[in-house]
């Protein structure tokens, strides 16, 4: 029984044209877009080159300045000023005329960068040309006490090294953020036709009396109902993780590598369908709920929206925690734990004692929420107009 | 048959109590068939929708073919067939034949039962050629053959119809008449709702009248138009009412 009524429901669900459309056409669009927005992103921070205007004079000595740093171009040009500001450089650098001689016999020597601050290429290039002058200087500095007979550490007390957490960067954790965000908003959006079509849609259309005095038990008929929103939702969530994987596997170079997994790639994958089949589980009993509140599919909507709004919000506060600042209450919540769960997840860490606290407190939530629904769902009141 | 002994309905509507069923008694007998009569709001769908299990009496109560429509709500629905609103309670994203099969499971049909019964409602009704369509595009008529269909599927030996004719035109209010004297002479009990004078007169054996509630009149089409002397049944209808009201003044 429970099984026609779960397949007629999901015929009549997969030919409104709203739910296709929102449940497949929706994620396609919303995570291409946001795939091809990060892997931008990405390329923009990693590959940019910027071009230094330096004269033609300049010896091969000095230009080694330059190595270590591959995004600098070096323009070579008679006039280095005039090169920049012909815009064929990002910003010029000018040295003493004898500049040279002058490091050599352990003179000060002048070196002037020209750039322009209102550009953010050309701030971004002239401090770069700053630190690879200052770590020239360093070394000058040591040539010369070393020449003098002292230790060069003297003038060096700080050797300071720069590192980003070893699997924590930028790119990263604005995706943890945003795949959650968008599968979340991805499932709500894409179940909420089917919820309101079931109980307010059916109340509506005078539907539900029809249904109500055949010797179908009404929490199997709840039940069942439920179940399609929650299918409709996974399939939702399922569709939208497919996109980004898919996407980012065979679009993109940046993304993939901020993304691989390794050998736990299927593990990730299998976690995060699980964490959208919960999810949508969750949201369905909240849809549903609110659909048995509503006597029209509007009025449904409408309760809708700022419930799934509001159980959005805890998560927004996550946006700020890093990965290792996570704690049992960002497992516990519903919503906030598939943020976390996903945020993990997005930084290759499977931890299964969070996954188990995040299904336990989402199953009892859902058990919560269907007790409400059914003890609605038995008054007259809820089910009949 | 259907006994309704004493059934009072009171709803709750926003702290304010409507009693929209007073004490209502009367009993219809197998093979009758019952016109409702009664101005906007009497009760009529209120009774109607206790009888079918989906209200349950606030006083009272309600037995079909001898099971209590609260204590036995199954056995009633087995033996029930309702349609509420001439042409309401069908999927527009679904195909007739889907319609019916989906109603035919819930009533635990087997598939061939469900095979030969929409075989033959659908020879009765006439509508073999659009069976395999989505109803979303059907017309008035159309639909309520199907919705009617839908009501007989689980073939049940009492059916309560809400207003079948409203809103429909002349051929397709016919369709439904033709039904019930055909319905009467496989020996089914009916009650039916209705506005509509003429139509009660021609189909029914006996009326019920109500009045904000109660029930003003049961009986015998015949002998009522004996007792008041007249066979017009909308002058007789007018009259209760004004009796009626008078009644409530005193
Ligand atoms: N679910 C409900 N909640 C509150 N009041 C209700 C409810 N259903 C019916 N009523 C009230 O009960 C009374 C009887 O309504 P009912 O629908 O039975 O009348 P009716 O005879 O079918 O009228 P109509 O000819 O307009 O269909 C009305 O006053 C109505 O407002
Ligand atoms: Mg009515």
Not at chain 2, 118 to 135: A, C, K, P, T
Request: hydrophobic content about 45%; aromatic content about 8%.
């Amino acid at each position: 029984m429970l099984l026609n009524i779960f397949l007629k429901e999901i015929k009549d669900c997969f030919r409104d044209r709203r739910t296709l459309l929102l449940t497949v056409l929706l994620p396609v669009i919303m995570m291409t877009g946001l795939t091809f927005f990060y892997e931008n992103m990405i390329s923009d921070n990693g590959d940019e080159k910027y071009r230094l205007a330096v004269s033609e004079s300049m010896n091969q000595d000095l230009k080694g300045i330059f190595t270590g740093f591959k995004n600098i171009d070096l323009v070579e040009a008679a006039d280095p000023e005039a090169a920049l500001e012909d815009g064929k450089a990002e910003a010029a650098l000018l040295l003493g005329k004898s500049f040279s001689s002058q490091i050599s016999t352990g003179e000060k020597a002048k070196v002037t960068i020209v750039g322009d601050t209102s550009s953010q290429k050309s701030s971004v290039l002239s401090s770069m040309v700053q630190t690879a002058l200052s770590v020239y200087e360093k070394s000058i500095i040591a040539q010369r006490m070393q020449a003098n007979g002292s230790d060069p550490s003297l003038v060096e007390p700080l050797e300071i090294q720069q590192r980003e957490m070893a699997d924590q960067n930028e790119n990263t954790t604005l995706l943890a953020m945003l795949i959650p965000l968008i599968l979340s908003i991805a499932i709500g959006i894409g179940s909420s036709p089917a919820a309101a079509d079931l109980f307010a849609g059916e109340k509506e259309r005078k539907t539900m009396e029809a249904l109500l005095i055949t010797p179908v038990k009404r929490s199997t008929l709840l039940f069942s109902k439920w179940l399609t929103i929650a299918t409709v939702g996974t399939v939702t969530g399922i569709v939208t993780l497919a996109v980004v994987v898919v996407e980012i596997q065979m679009l993109t170079e940046h993304l993939k590598k901020a993304l691989s997994f390794g050998d736990q790639t299927f593990t990730i994958i299998g976690l995060a369908v699980l964490v959208s089949v919960i999810y949508a589980m969750f949201n369905a009993s909240l849809l549903m709920l609110a659909s048995i509140f509503g006597k029209t599919v509007k009025e449904a909507q409408s309760y809708s929206t700022p419930v799934l709004m509001l159980a959005m919000f805890p998560a927004m506060g996550l946006s700020s925690k890093g990965i290792n600042e996570l704690s049992f209450q960002h497992f516990a919540i519903p919503i906030m734990n598939l943020f976390s769960l996903l945020k993990e997840l997005v930084f290759g860490i499977v931890d299964y004692q969070h996954i188990l606290i995040a299904l336990t407190s989402n199953l009892i939530c859902m058990i919560v929420l269907f007790i409400i629904g059914r003890m609605m769902f038995l008054k007259d009141k809820w089910v009949m107009n | 048959m259907i006994e309704i002994h004493e059934v009072t309905k009171k709803f709750q509507d926003k702290k304010k109590f409507v009693t929209a069923l007073k004490h209502v008694t009367f009993t219809v007998k197998e093979g009758q068939v019952v016109g409702l009569l009664g101005e906007n709001g009497a009760g009529k769908t209120t009774l109607l929708r206790t009888i079918a299990t989906l209200l349950t009496p606030t006083e009272g109560m309600v037995t079909v073919a001898g099971f209590d429509t609260m204590k036995n709500s199954n056995e009633v629905k087995k033996r029930i067939g309702v349609l509420f609103g001439g042409e309401t309670g069908l999927y527009d994203r679904l195909t007739a034949r889907e319609n019916l099969e989906y109603f035919a499971s819930l009533y635990g049909l087997s598939k061939h039962e469900t095979k030969v019964r929409i075989d033959d409602l659908s020879r009765m009704f006439g509508m073999r050629d659009y069976l395999n369509r989505r109803v979303g595009g059907f017309s008035k008529g159309m639909r309520q053959k199907v919705a009617i269909a839908r009501t007989l599927i689980h073939n049940p030996e009492i059916i309560l119809f809400d207003e079948p004719t409203t809103g429909l035109d002349i051929t397709s209010s016919n369709v439904f008449r033709q039904l019930v004297h055909q319905l009467k002479r496989e020996g089914k009990t009916i009650i039916f709702s209705s506005h509509i004078m003429e139509e009660v007169s021609m189909l029914c054996d006996s009326v019920a009248m109500m009045h904000k509630g109660e029930l003003v009149y049961q009986g015998n089409l015949e002998s009522l138009y004996k007792t008041e002397g007249s066979r017009d049944l909308n002058y007789i209808f007018m009259s209760k009412l004004v009796r009626g009201n008078e009644h409530y003044a005193s």
